[in-house]
């Protein structure tokens, strides 16, 4: 898991620590014998432990040390007298240092006044007691040694302890912020927890955009102080020395550890040519534990901004047809989904399509295809003025109407009749218009919405309608519904589904490495129905639990009869997110696999992302359990799921299939580009496989190579086929 090239992230050595931490060690004598603690205290007089000094503290009763003790952490070895105010008075001051003051790391040597009284075992093991001494025996040289390895163990046992606490910090800081996607909260909480990590009250975030000017280094975010800096020029800062810092860092892009500060350099360039410093003011230089927890911090910030970064870029291109600039098909989707019940009473969904853009495009090219596009977009927008316009597939457009503007066929027809300018010359070009009140609609959501109309328009093209209205059809297309629901019910109970296979190929060599199962329907009339026209139908009709189990059944008998041959690559499956979130889906579908003596590596499961979303928590085990017995796990129409883009990182999957409209895209250039590189490069940097969809030309193959994807799937090299036909033609291979 690692992209070299997407972060550019250059640290800086850590400056030696200075000598400030040659502070002497604290120990504390808890003794009632004052003479005895003089002696002690002369005895270690000018001593020294690895260089620094030691220094004792002193208290003369049990009650004494216990407030002494919880004003100084730094403690790290006790001298504990046993008899004071009463027999045990040390041995009970230990259980308070332990569990009442929560102290678990001060070294504990408990002195004894008389021979052979040695606390016993049991007491030591409880309370992690080190030694005990009797006084008498104890000399001047035998003291040196036992201080100075008790403050030894103590260093170390702090600095476990620390880092134990440092460590799971980071992780908890990291899982806040992993989950933030945007950049304004996401700075935020950066800030936030790295206050709760060294308590500094003071920083800042600040941004620089495309290497801009110093004036243009602005700030993003802010706690305590700085909190009131955000959106203004670091070069409004009252305190002149920061403004030259924060210069210092973007420029020489490196961390910069200092006494009363540090600042840390994040660069996300390569994708949205930001660059970030974090300024962390501290009152004491940090030390070297905490500039070593900062790092590893700043190695989830530093993905963190990636992250979020990408995720904007991604959404936005999922929103926005680079072409034309406008929206696109999801936004439109997004919106429809969005409406209140009174907007839908009073809008009307228009949908426009360009006649015969395919041959005008062989005809004249795509250049002027393009030009085209943007003088037809540019006729609608002024025929509906104030309402937005979307591009939602390659020669389609649509717009949400009010219900009082005037969408009829009148109106389109004289907007179409006037010819359109493209490249000095009038052109007359002819659409097919579809309307439809949402009101009137019998779908439920935007994307079945969509569907239906541009059914419709496809239906009035082939009967030469150039304008067509819902209303009319609306009857007979649920009418269609209804007889076709019922005839699956029967297919379902007398073997018409059958599968068919669509090798998966390394892109390289065109050599195999796996196939698709893609059910079909042999409909009694003759007919072989396309999944397209009737999964949808399952799902929402109950039908869908039935169809994955047959498909599944057939994919195992497929794998058997390819093994017989010698053809020993995976085959996916597709199972639908509904059948996925069933309780007991996976339990079954297991059992499946026994059943059938399948090997789990000759099996792949294609799901969708918001599938594989939308109850994440639960089929997560179950995934994970599948994928390390060896079966694949693909996220299939990646891209699509637009929402939940964010959550890639945690997905527990082998594979993204990267959606098919991105691959058409392939071929409009640069921009068409943008994306499908963008999730190659997403997949790889958390480790997956890509795997691209519907290549159907030769172009598209090369500009995927060139991208870093591995495998492809698509008619350039098969359409899908029978059992028997991929049989037979891998076989001879
Ligand atoms: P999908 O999983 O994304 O499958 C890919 C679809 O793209 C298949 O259509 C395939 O035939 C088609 N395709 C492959 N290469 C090309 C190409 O180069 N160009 C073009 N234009 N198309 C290509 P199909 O078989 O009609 O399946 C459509 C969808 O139906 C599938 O999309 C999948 O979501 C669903 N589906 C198919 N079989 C099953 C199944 O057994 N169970 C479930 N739950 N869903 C299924
Ligand atoms: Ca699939
Ligand atoms: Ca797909």
Redesign the pocket.
Known sequence: MSDMELFEFRDEPTEPSSPSDASPWTILSVEDDLNYQETLKFALRGFQVRDRAVHVLTANSASEAAVVISGHPEISVILLDVVMEDDDAGLRLVGTIRDVIGNESVRIILLTGQPGMAPCRDIMKEYDIDDYWNKSELTSEHLHTVVSANIRTWEQMSLLNQAKKGLQMVITASQVISSKTNLLSFTQTVLEEISHFIGSNSIICAQRIDGREPESIVVLAGTGRYGKMVGYSVQDFPDEDYFQLFQQVLNRKKHVFRDDCSIFYFSNIAIDSSEYAVLVNTPNRLTEHEVYLLRVFSENIKSGFTNVALYNRLSKLAYYDPLLSCHNRNWLIRELNGLSRQEIEQTQLVVVGIDQFNDISITFGDQFCCELLEAFYAAICRALPYRLVSRISKDCFAVLAQDYDDVSQAFFEALFNSPLRIRDAEHLISATIGVMKLADRPAKSGEETLDLLEGLIAEARVQGHAYISFVKTQDEHIAQRYALLSSLRGALHTDQLF??L?PKIQLVDNRLVGF????RWRHPDGRII???QF?HLAETSGL?HK??EQ?LEETCHAIHALQQVGINVPIA????SI?LLQPGFFERMIALFKREHVDLPLLDM?ITETGAISDYQRIKPYLTELVSQGMGVSI??FGTGYSSLSHISGLTATTI?ID?SFIDRLDEGEVGEEMVNLIIRLSNYFGFTSVA????TENQRQKLIELGCQIG????FS??MTVDEAVSRYQLH
């Open positions: 599968i068919v669509q698709e199962a893609l059910v396309a999944p397209e999964i869908i169809l994955d498909v499956f597709n199972i639908s059948e294609e299939d129409d299939k098919r969809e519907g290549i159907e799937q698509g008619y350039l359409k899908p």
